[in-house]
Structures are given as C-alpha cells and as structure tokens.
C-alpha cells in the first residue's frame, strides 16, 4: 500500500475532524452538537448523495453493465449475513450473531458518503447508479439476517412477519430519504436542478466534517461498551468488514472496469449498519445487545474504514 496515500487519507480534514471529536470525549470536554443539528445534517447528507446520484442517473441507461453491478450488489448484501451469522452463533448466541450478520450484510450511508469525498479529492468520478445499488442492499441484509433468526432461534416467542420486516427496512427515514432524493434528482430538470447545486455539492464537505465530529465524540462514548465480550468482537469488527472490502475490490474487477465503482463496492461490502439495521433488530432479535453490534459497527468498523480501510481497498483496485 502507497504510505504517501494512506498519509493523505490520515490528513484528510473531514478525518482530522473525526479524530478531534474522539479527542474531545477523551478530555471530558463540553463540546457539543445539539441532536436537532445532527438529524438536520444527516438528512443533508443523505440528500446531497442521493440528488447527485439521481442526476448523475439520469444521463445513463439500464444496461447489461447496470444490471451486472445491481445483481452484484445484492449478492453482497445476501452473502455476508450468511457466513457471518453462522461464524458468530456458537460465541455469541444466535440473537446476537443474527443482529450483527445484518448489521455487517447491510451498509453505511455515512461511510459511502465519506467515501465519495475520499474520490473527489483524488478527481475520480463513480456511477450515479451506485447511489441506487447503496439504498437497495440495505434490505437483503434485513432480510436475511431475520430468515436466519427464525429458522435458527427456538426460543423466541416474536416472529415478526417478513412483510413487516421489508416495509419496516424500505421505510426507514435515511433509506426512504436515500432513495427519495434518488429519484428527484432523476426525474428533475438538468436546468433547474442547477440552482441547488450549490447546496448539494460547495457546503458538502463542511457539513460532513461537523457530522464526523460528532460521530468522533459518540464512537469514543461507545467504544467501551462492549469489553465484557472481550477481544473476540473487536477482531471480529476489524478483521471481517476488511477481508469483504479486500475481496470485493479484487472480485468486482470482474463485473465492471470502473475503478470508482469497484472502490465504492469495496465500501459497500466492508461497511456495517448502525442505523437503518439496529431499528430494524428492535423487532426482529428483541433480545440481541445493541451495546455489541452498535459499537462493532461504529466504534470500530467505521473509524477502520476511513482510516486503513479507504486506502488499502483503493490501492487493490488501482492495482
């Protein structure tokens, strides 16, 4: 791996900001963002990637090539629960391996956002296509992680229907907002879409620095929650999102010559949930440990990602 890429990636300003938020829990600091701020800034967010992408959209045509990365994305999705759920279910109980096999099929919005950021300072662009196939592989992982459950755990007494798992995972506020803003900006007209793009693009790096701030400072509060399970879990969420991102950078290369695209693939595969799936495990592993999978997810995989993560997948893909 290119140490000139991975100290650019260290000094990254949105990363920098990240790494003050930890410091800040760390000091005991009174630094704070009010939640109301935070939820305006992650719907921005999710707005910006999901317009930008449905623009970017619009100029291309369903094709084989699109059809390929979409069946390619969902075998992700579909894939990892499964090998996850069952190297995890004899350790941690089948509540909790379930929990975190959706967690870890599932994807981050925040860390594909990051991830768009992270191909814009190196001017490289990817398919606004990939915007939609994001959005679609958050419910396989659902999906599958409650078929998993309710096949595998004798003793629950709830059995939430399929149905109401999909409706639940489609109508999640950052999916139902991902796909929303897909679809404006698809159908939106290229001249009036224009005026926003101030909005959508200029202020968007801003707005994500003041977000890691913040997910800095909740990582460190979170991190420590999930030590009674010992180091087991913490390998767990280093090792396996990055063994997925190193193996579905080298494996995409065979659906699509983009080397956007197979980074953001990469992204997708090594990313784990820590909104959209814990809503959804609420109901389906009532008695699974948000303390275990939310810190896996996000006191672990996420900093991992944006720090070794970024530049080893993008140096595989560059090859």
């Known amino acids: 791996m290119d140490t000139q890429l991975l100290i650019a990636n260290l000094t990254n300003p949105t990363l920098l900001f990240f790494a003050l938020g930890i410091v800040a829990f760390l000091v005991k600091s009174d630094l704070e963002i009010p939640p109301s701020t935070i939820k305006f800034i992650s719907l921005y967010l999710l707005f910006a990637i999901g317009f930008k992408g449905g623009q970017e959209l619009a100029h291309e045509h369903l094709n084989a090539q699109f059809t390929a990365e979409l069946l ?13 759920f069952f190297l995890l279910r004899k350790r941690l109980g089948v509540q909790n391996a379930g929990a975190i096999a959706a967690a870890y099929g599932s994807v ?6 990051a991830a768009s950021g992270y191909l814009e300072a190196k ?6 296509h990939m915007v939609a196939i994001m959005a679609l592989m958050e419910s396989p992982a659902i999906i599958v992680g409650m078929v998993l459950l309710m096949r595998y755990d ?28 897909l679809l404006i900006g698809l159908v939106a007209d290229t001249k009036q879409a224009e005026g926003i793009k101030p909005f959508t693009t200029d202020i968007f790096k801003g707005f994500l620095a003041v977000f890691l701030l913040e997910m800095g400072m909740v990582t460190a509060a979170r991190f420590g929650a999930f030590r009674k399970y010992g180091g087991f879990v913490s390998l767990v969420a280093l090792l396996l999102p990055l063994a997925n991102g190193c193996a579905v950078a080298w494996l995409s290369g065979h659906i699509t010559p983009g080397v956007g695209d197979r980074f953001m693939f ?3 595969a090594a990313s784990a949930s820590y909104i959209a799936v814990p809503a959804a495990m609420r109901l389906a592993a009532p008695k699974a440990d948000p303390g275990l999978y939310i810190p896996m997810a996000l006191g672990v995989t996420f900093p991992m990602n944006i720090t070794l993560g970024m530049p080893l997948y993008y140096a595989i893909v560059v090859g």
Do not use: C, D, Q, W
């Open 266 to 268: 990469a992204i997708l």
């Open 72 to 84: 390619f994305g969902m075998a992700i999705a579909s894939a990892i629960p499964l090998y996850t």
């Open 154 to 181: 004798k003793e629950s007494t709830t059995r939430p229907s399929l149905r109401h798992m999909l409706h639940h995972s489609l109508t999640n506020g950052s999916v139902l907002m991902l796909i929303g803003s």
């Open 108 to 113: 981050s919005a925040v860390t594909f956002v």
């Open 123 to 128: 001017e490289l662009p990817f398919s606004g």
